[in-house]
């Protein structure tokens, strides 16, 4: 994981699906995420999420693959309350005031 994410500044949850998805596909089949990959080093996580979800993987995994897509795409929430400096609402993940806030800085 540290060799695949080297330079990349990612919340602890977004690692950890990482993990999750190496110890699915291994290190090989996640280093061929490369969209994800770039969206996640622009700290993009709709994009990844997307490009996970467009995957043979979620083909082949879907439940697997939808929630560890949803998970990275909570963690923009986390960089808007790092930004913010407030609390995010982690549970609701698809709220859009933390978007909202984090595009005005």
């Known amino acids: 994981t540290q060799q695949l994410l080297d330079g990349y500044n990612l919340p602890d949850k977004a690692i950890?699906?990482?993990?999750?998805?190496?110890?699915?596909?291994?290190?090989?089949?996640?280093?061929?995420?490369?969209l994800m990959l770039n969206a996640l080093m622009a700290e993009d996580y709709?994009?990844?999420?997307?490009?996970?979800?467009t995957s043979e993987w979620h083909r082949q995994s879907p439940k697997r693959c939808e929630e560890l897509s949803d998970i990275i795409r909570?963690?923009?929430?986390?960089?808007?309350?790092?930004?913010?400096?407030?609390?995010?609402?982690?549970v609701n993940p698809s709220s859009r005031i933390h978007d909202n806030r984090i595009l005005n800085h």
């Open 16 to 34: 950890g699906v990482i993990v999750e998805m190496i110890f699915q596909l291994g290190i090989g089949g996640v280093s061929k995420f490369k």
């Open 46 to 53: 709709d994009t990844a999420a997307y490009q996970m979800l």
């Open 74 to 90: 909570s963690c923009k929430c986390i960089r808007a309350a790092d930004v913010c400096g407030d609390k995010c609402n982690a």
